[in-house]
């Protein structure tokens, strides 16, 4: 019989590895749905991990916000910018020595970094476990509203900057819009909508000029 | 139980964000170019911002400082006294903005929209006593900017200035949020009072020092200062003259006030570290942007460069100590006073699809129009630090108190490039006065933009009279932080 502990132990590992798993594969699968894809698989299992902190507040915004509207959207992009997908041979040359340099610095960090870990400075407390019946939501909303409701209702307002922006900078009235503007359709009369236009009758195939 | 009254102290961030609300649903009300009303809303919503700010200073309480919204919210001399400088240059943008935007046929309500939630921001700025409330104060100021300089979306200068603008300011606000996150990590608080007790009970210096870096580099390209100026004039030059003229004055106050509640008031103790990278920042930036101005044919380029070298002076006011802080509070004030005048002045000459921004545009003023001229050599000669003119004082006081803090050589080379920038202004006066107009058009405005210019510019002598007040003033309240 397996303890709980174990069991909780053997639930991370396993989604921890499809988490490094799948966010290694983003970055090098060549296909960019695939990637896009992968970004989501990434997501789900980093859901998991929060999951088992308990944190399912963030647990269920990540899948919500993340899954389902950032990377649909992410996916609407890239489906329709038909972008190509990039030869090995390009990408072999271009960034390989600064990526390298990077990777290396960033190694080194990591070492330093477990090394620090190791020697025990670091204070590994255990988490604090809630009991059961407590909500994650409350709480933070509880802070949010009270602690932080300055930040927030700033943060409100930035918002609201960001859809006049967006809007104000891309709402445009193009020429030869067909649009219909309902108003004008119902304050028509008869007389304006029908005009007679007397006019040759014509041989042949021609088409008429107006009706 | 939430009290009301509590939110007494805000009233005036309070007015804005719901009169720019107000004027975001009125403009959807007006035609395009007939936008009286939302100019008169947005400047009778200034008039009350300031006469909330100020009716508490009237009434006798002076220069407490009160906490709000849990410690994130303070109200102090300092602030009241640079919001009530935002909201009369603010004024002078909204006539400007009106009279440029009528010119090139493109007036909307959303534009002063922007303009009072960017206000918005500043005043949060101003007022933040806490790393994520000064951070979002600053987002909300950029924001509403960038898109305030993409406003002429046709115009590809335009959109390329926004561009940049939008790119580079969100790398400062990401250095400047990564240093702001490693000071947290090393003390724990976000809050600006306790972020100073904790750094002078401890020693571990090397995080702090870090941190300090990062948010002076953010701080640095907010401020456009060299080496982070590059942005500067492809902005300046880009943008909508009525946007340029606004990112060039209230925008640098929010930035001065942020340098001062994080360096001052909480990064004080570690004093030593950031006087010297403020230091060379300044002397950096009177070096480049009085050099390279020199070579400058488009004056919003000249203009920007001039930015650079004026934030360099700025700058060294900070390096000088307590007399130092209220002595660049005074030359921001003053700075941005002349700023907007300048801008005013090529707005005044533009014409319908056409900007004078080029030095050749103001040949021979003088016989155009010799009152406007007479304005320009105003605010000319006050950027370039004549005496007896205001701008003059300006730098006497920052160089004053800088040799007092014992940095004599930084005053030498901050005097002998001042000296060499005046080469450039002058050179716009000699235009002005000593050559021949290529154009007779006439220049057309109307009353109330004409009486703004005339305040603005005559300012820079008007103001001569209250130059010891002001001074006063800049120094309680400094004091007071």
Known sequence: MISPELFQQLIFYVFATFTVGSAMAVVTVKNTIYSALFLVLCFFNTAVLWMLIEAEFLAITLVLVYVGAVMVLFLFVVMMLDVKQAKASQLKQSYTKAALLIAAAMLVELMMLFAYKLSGQIPTDELIRQEAGYSNVAEVGMELFTHYVYPFEIAAVILLVAIVAAIMLTMRKREGNKQLDAAKQININPAERIRVVTMKAEKGQGQGEES | ?481
């Open chain 2, 1 to 481: 139980m939430f009290n009301w009254s509590e939110l007494v102290p805000a009233l005036p961030e309070l007015l804005v964000l719901s009169m720019a609300c107000v004027v975001l649903i009125a403009g959807l009300f007006t035609e395009r170019n007939k936008g009286g009303f939302i100019v008169f809303l947005s400047v009778i919503t200034m008039v009350f911002a300031a006469i909330l700010t100020l009716k508490d200073h009237v009434a006798g309480a002076q220069f407490t400082s009160e906490l709000l919204f849990n410690e994130t919210f303070v109200r102090d001399g300092f602030g009241d006294m640079l919001k009530v400088v935002v909201y009369l240059l603010m004024i002078g943008v909204f006539f400007y903005a009106k009279q440029y935007l009528r010119q090139q046929n493109n007036l909307q309500g959303e534009y002063f929209a922007l303009l009072l939630f960017a206000t918005l921001g500043i005043m949060v700025m101003i007022s933040g006593y806490n790393f994520i409330a000064l951070y979002l104060g600053l987002e909300l100021l950029a924001l509403s900017s960038y898109a305030l300089v993409a406003y002429n979306r046709n115009n590809v200068k335009s959109n390329e200035a926004a561009m940049k603008y939008f790119i580079l300011g969100a790398l400062a606000s990401g250095m400047l949020l990564y240093g702001m996150s490693l000071i947290y990590g090393a003390v724990g608080t976000l809050q600006l009072d306790q972020i100073s007790q904790a750094i002078a009970s401890q020693n571990n210096d090397m995080f702090l020092v870090l941190g300090l870096i990062f948010v002076i580099v953010g701080i640095g390209f907010k401020l456009g200062a060299a080496p982070f100026h590059m942005w500067v004039p492809d902005v300046y030059e880009g943008a909508p003259t009525a946007t340029t003229l606004f990112i060039a004055s209230a925008p640098k106050i929010a930035a001065f006030a942020l340098a001062v509640r994080i360096l001052g008031q909480s990064l004080d103790v570690l004093v030593i570290h950031w006087q010297s990278m403020l230091a060379t920042l300044a002397i950096m930036s009177i070096i480049v942007g009085n050099l390279f101005a020199l070579q400058q044919t488009n004056l919003k380029r000249l203009f920007a460069y001039s930015t650079i070298s004026h934030i360099g002076f700025m700058l060294l006011g900070l390096v000088g100590g307590e007399q130092g802080i209220a002595a660049s509070m005074f030359y921001i004030i003053v700075y941005t006073i002349m700023a907007i005048g300048g801008f005013g002045m090529i707005v005044l000459l533009s014409s319908k699809g056409y900007e004078a921004d080029d030095i050749k545009d103001f040949k021979g003023l003088n016989q155009r129009n010799g009152w406007y001229a007479f304005l320009m050599l105003l605010l000319i000669a006050s950027m370039a630090g004549f005496p007896p003119l205001i701008g003059f004082f300006s730098k006497l006081y920052v160089l004053k108190a800088v040799i007092d803090q014992g940095y004599i050589w930084l005053a030498v080379i901050a005097l002998i490039f001042a000296v060499i920038g005046a080469f450039y202004y002058l050179r716009i006066i000699k235009v002005m006065y000593f050559e021949e107009p290529e154009t007779d058009q006439a220049i057309d405005v109307g009353f109330d933009v004409k009486t703004v210019l005339s305040i603005n510019a005559l300012a820079q002598l008007g103001l001569l009279v209250v130059v010891p007040v002001l001074f006063q003033y800049c120094i309680l309240v400094t004091q007071s932080l």
